[in-house]
């Protein structure tokens, strides 16, 4: 990176995590103190693209400058300093060649833009998979643009309580995340107990299991699904190579066959199951039709209230198997997580990839590249090319894999007998 970097702006989109101001807090610190501006953007992009000449940016309004004594001891805050939103820049880009198309590209350019014109010159970005994509699309915008114009780099801090992100063992946020659902599922294990009666708990983890297992195993849950569950016995006919559509009525009876077990056994008649909210991904077309999707394309699954409609008809196949009344209630958790007080881990972490960004920008004078660590916190950096497919410009979920030592751990605990 040839120019000097004497302002950089720190953005924060998606949903909140824990630790979020861990992050925020320890990156701006790191440029404050080697005196670099920072700017910190309210409300994820939704301030910047719909940018004009016209109507300049406003601090206090669409942006705040930091300064070290209002970031002291912000670390282990709740919330996000600066704000969120879901607003995204490259919506209309599916591919590099929509890049060079000036309408689909517009968003990129006013975001660009609008940094630019409060003399932003290095990006750091937070957020999840979806906003890594934007990370990446707003820097190959970039290469686009005419020699003549400055580029500003993007360095990207994977933000997820879901913990599905290629790059990193762990995403700040994530331990407390479980921690906070581990605890209300045992409160719900004492209630069921008391009234004799089951919760379908449905849990965050749009695209995988990471959430509802770590909660599930710390909540000490009598049974966990999630999407790495839907094997070829759970499938649907109508299922196909691109669309897996789960057989509702196979995994009811799989919850109804626990439930029974543990009351032929050991006369239980109470418990809780966990159940990942990316299953509802894979309902049939005829159930999912009429739900809202984001401007990312992923459907509302708060809005198919999976735990409800599961309870339903968990309900009805067990007395139908049985012929006894069971109460099974559904609840939808997740949103309790996401601005719990962080455990000291995920503040560690979380300041950790902060300073990490601080580091690839001016340390290494890196750009294009995700902040990462593993062991003992090391950092180390991770080339957007590495994580985002370059003809689809979309990002791999990361996958529990199947029979795997943190598979069978979550199996084991969460199964009929425990």
């Given at each position: 990176?040839?120019?000097?970097?004497?302002?950089?702006?720190?953005?924060?989109?998606?949903?909140?995590?824990?630790?979020?101001?861990?992050?925020?807090?320890?990156?701006?610190?790191s440029?404050?103190?080697?005196?670099?501006?920072?700017?910190g953007?309210?409300?994820?992009?939704?301030?910047?693209?719909?940018?004009?000449?016209?109507?300049?940016?406003?601090?206090?309004?669409?942006?705040?400058?930091?300064?070290?004594?209002?970031?002291?001891?912000?670390?282990?805050?709740?919330?996000?300093?600066?704000?969120?939103?879901?607003?995204?820049?490259?919506?209309?880009v599916?591919?590099?060649?929509?890049?060079?198309?000036?309408?689909?590209?517009?968003?990129?350019?006013?975001?660009?833009?609008?940094?630019?014109?409060?003399?932003?010159?290095?990006?750091?970005?937070?957020?999840?998979?979806?906003t890594?994509?934007?990370?990446?699309?707003?820097?190959?915008?970039?290469?686009?643009?005419?020699?003549?114009?400055?580029?500003?780099?993007?360095?990207?801090?994977?933000?997820?309580?879901?913990?599905?992100?290629?790059?990193?063992?762990?995403?700040?946020?994530?331990?407390?995340?479980?921690?906070?659902?581990?605890?209300?599922?045992?409160?719900?294990?004492?209630d069921?107990?008391?009234?004799?009666?089951?919760?379908?708990?449905?849990?965050?983890?749009?695209?995988?299991?990471?959430?509802?297992?770590?909660?599930?195993?710390?909540?000490?849950?009598?049974?966990?699904?999630?999407?790495?569950?839907?094997?070829e016995?759970?499938?649907?006919?109508?299922?196909?190579?691109?669309?897996?559509?789960?057989?509702?009525?196979?995994?009811?009876?799989?919850?109804?066959?626990?439930?029974?077990?543990?009351?032929e056994?050991?006369?239980?008649?109470?418990?809780?199951?966990?159940?990942?909210?990316?299953?509802?991904?894979?309902?049939?077309?005829?159930?999912?039709?009429?739900?809202?999707?984001?401007?990312?394309g992923?459907?509302?699954?708060?809005?198919?209230?999976?735990?409800?409609?599961?309870?339903?008809?968990?309900?009805?196949?067990?007395?139908?198997?049985?012929?006894?009344?069971?109460?099974?209630?559904?609840?939808?958790?997740?949103?309790?997580?996401?601005?719990?007080r962080?455990?000291?881990?995920?503040?560690?972490?979380?300041?950790q990839?902060?300073?990490?960004?601080?580091?690839?920008?001016?340390?290494?004078?890196?750009?294009s590249?995700?902040?990462?660590?593993?062991?003992?916190?090391?950092?180390?950096?991770?080339?957007f090319?590495?994580?985002?497919?370059?003809?689809?410009?979309?990002?791999?979920?990361?996958?529990?894999?199947?029979?795997?030592?943190f598979?069978?751990?979550?199996?084991?605990?969460?199964?009929?007998?425990?």
């Amino acid at each position: 990176m040839p120019q000097e970097i004497k302002r950089v702006a720190i953005l924060f989109a998606g949903g909140p995590a824990p630790a979020a101001n861990s992050v925020i807090s320890a990156c701006a610190i790191s440029f404050l103190r080697a005196g670099i501006e920072v700017v910190g953007i309210r409300y994820g992009y939704s301030n910047l693209i719909d940018f004009s000449p016209d109507q300049p940016l406003e601090e206090g309004v669409h942006y705040r400058l930091l300064s070290e004594p209002e970031l002291r001891r912000t670390r282990s805050k709740e919330g996000i300093l600066i704000g969120t939103a879901r607003a995204n820049p490259g919506k209309l880009v599916k591919s590099p060649a929509d890049l060079d198309d000036p309408e689909k590209s517009a968003p990129l350019r006013r975001a660009y833009d609008a940094l630019r014109s409060i003399g932003v010159d290095a990006l750091v970005s937070i957020g999840g998979d979806d906003t890594l994509k934007t990370a990446n699309k707003m820097a190959m915008f970039q290469d686009r643009l005419p020699q003549d114009m400055q580029r500003m780099p993007v360095v990207h801090v994977p933000k997820t309580i879901d913990n599905d992100y290629c790059g990193i063992d762990f995403t700040f946020g994530f331990f407390t995340a479980v921690e906070t659902l581990g605890t209300e599922i045992r409160n719900l294990h004492a209630d069921a107990e008391a009234a004799r009666a089951y919760f379908v708990v449905e849990c965050m983890g749009r695209s995988a299991g990471w959430l509802a297992y770590g909660a599930a195993v710390s909540g000490e849950a009598n049974l966990v699904l999630s999407v790495e569950d839907i094997t070829e016995e759970y499938l649907a006919p109508e299922s196909t190579a691109d669309r897996k559509v789960m057989d509702l009525d196979k995994v009811v009876a799989r919850i109804v066959n626990m439930m029974r077990s543990r009351y032929e056994k050991e006369g239980k008649e109470y418990g809780v199951v966990v159940l990942a909210e990316g299953l509802a991904e894979y309902l049939s077309d005829a159930v999912i039709k009429d739900i809202p999707r984001d401007d990312h394309g992923h459907i509302s699954v708060a809005s198919v209230n999976l735990g409800k409609m599961m309870a339903q008809r968990i309900s009805a196949e067990f007395n139908r198997q049985t012929g006894l009344s069971r109460k099974v209630t559904g609840l939808q958790l997740g949103y309790e997580s996401r601005c719990a007080r962080p455990h000291a881990f995920d503040v560690m972490l979380g300041c950790q990839l902060g300073i990490g960004a601080y580091r690839a920008l001016v340390e290494e004078s890196m750009g294009s590249v995700m902040v990462s660590c593993s062991g003992q916190l090391d950092l180390h950096y991770v080339p957007f090319e590495e994580l985002v497919d370059p003809a689809t410009l979309v990002t791999v979920v990361r996958f529990i894999e199947q029979d795997s030592d943190f598979h069978r751990l979550a199996t084991f605990l969460s199964s009929e007998g425990i």
